[in-house]
Every structure is written in C-alpha cells, then in structure tokens.
T-cell receptor, first 113, second 111 residues
C-alpha cells in the first residue's frame, strides 16, 4: 500500500492566489482528516469526513477555506484567497473509523508570500 | 474547553537511559489515548494506543501508562537510542469523536 498521498509536497504562492491541496487516502479507509500544523499552534484539525460526508468543520478558520470529498479516494482543501498567515504544513490523514489510529500523509508545506 | 498539555521544552536524555514524556489533559475524559512519533518534515506515525481500562501497554522498548484519576499518560522509552530522537505527540479521544493532539515534546537522545 502506498499510504496516504498528498500533492503538492511544497507550494509557494502570492497573497490573494487560490491554493488547492490534494489528498488520496488509503484504500478502504472511510474517514479522512485535514490538519494544519504550525510551531505556535501545533496540529489543528480543520475538517473531517466520514464516508465522504463532512462531519465536523468547526476547525476551518474562515470562509476562505473549503474542503470537498467527491469520492472515497480523493479530497481537496482549497484556500481562496490565500494570506501569509495561512503558511503552514497541511496534513491529510485517513483511518477506518473516526477515533482510531490515523495514518498521515507526508504533508504539503505551504508558503504564502 | 478540552486541553492537552505536553512539556513544550525539549527533553535531552543520555543514550541508554529511559526517557519519560508526560501528557496531561483537563476538561476531558477520554476513552483511550494514542501516542504518535513525528520526525522533521514528515507526518506523525502511530506508536501505541491505550484504553481507559488498561493501566499499562508495552511494545518492544516502549511503555505507556494511563491514569484516569490523575488525567495523565506517561510514555517511556527504555534503553534509548539516538534514533529515538523525534517529537512525540499525545492524542486522547473518545469513541465516535475526533482525536485531539497535544503540541508534542521534542526528545533528543545524546550519544
């Protein structure tokens, strides 16, 4: 198994641009999570899906952030417009059930100038 | 609100000694607690899960305890090696609920 796949691994963009992060969960997993990690705030849950349905998006910072999961093998996290304070590492994780062991992807390092 | 506390200061341990990391939580009664390891530039990797009815769990050189009265979990690495140097995250949760991660403790094993 290839594990959780994220793309791109690195993204540098200018303030105001749209950013789209992609995630392919492990086949057979039914829960998918998007996290943001910074030195100051640690690992923060943004949103999670169960069976492709968003369950909890209370961690999404504001309307500039949106996430979709059109099918069991793909999810996107979009930031529009991006701001410098969005600079962080964004992780995607998947699991068989919501509260059990999570398998993380390698992350996308985002820098907004 | 729920709060997870891990020692924010880095922990330096001499090779061969036992490293002990602490995780305290407040305003929370988790049914179980997980520990993850994170290396620089990588995502967290699951190490151990302990349930509320288990006092202790072991895996090779790793040992985790879970004290629901003290609201604390301890993570031990015995016979520590430089390769154990990483950040360790504690993550309590309840069934059917999201996991909350602590900020982690950086561990340095000195050769």
């Amino acid at each position: 198994d290839a594990g959780v796949i994220q793309s791109p691994r690195h993204e540098v963009t200018e303030m105001g641009q749209e950013v789209t992060l992609r995630c392919k969960p492990i086949s057979g997993h039914n829960s998918l999570f998007w996290y943001r990690q910074t030195m100051m705030r640690g690992l923060e849950l943004l949103i999670y899906f169960n069976n492709n349905v968003p369950i909890d998006d209370s961690g999404m910072p504001e309307d500039r952030f949106s996430a979709k999961m059109p099918n069991a093998s793909f999810s996107t996290l979009k930031i529009q417009p991006s701001e410098p304070r969005d600079s962080a590492v964004y992780f995607c994780a998947s699991t068989f059930s919501e509260a059990e062991t999570q398998y993380f992807g390698p992350g996308t390092r985002l820098l907004v100038l | 609100s729920q709060k997870i506390e891990q020692n924010s200061e880095a922990l330096n341990i001499q090779e061969g000694k036992t490293a002990t990391l602490t995780c305290n939580y407040t305003n929370y009664s988790p049914a179980y607690l997980q520990w993850y390891r994170q290396d620089p530039g990588r995502g967290p990797v699951f190490l151990l899960l302990i349930r509320e009815n288990e006092k202790e769990k072991r895996k090779e050189r790793l040992k985790v305890t879970f004290d629901t009265t003290l609201k604390q979990s301890l993570f031990h690495i015995t016979a520590s090696q430089p390769a154990d140097s990483a950040t360790y995250l504690c993550a309590p949760s309840n069934r059917d609920d999201k996991i909350i991660f602590g900020k982690g403790t950086r561990l340095h094993i000195l050769p």
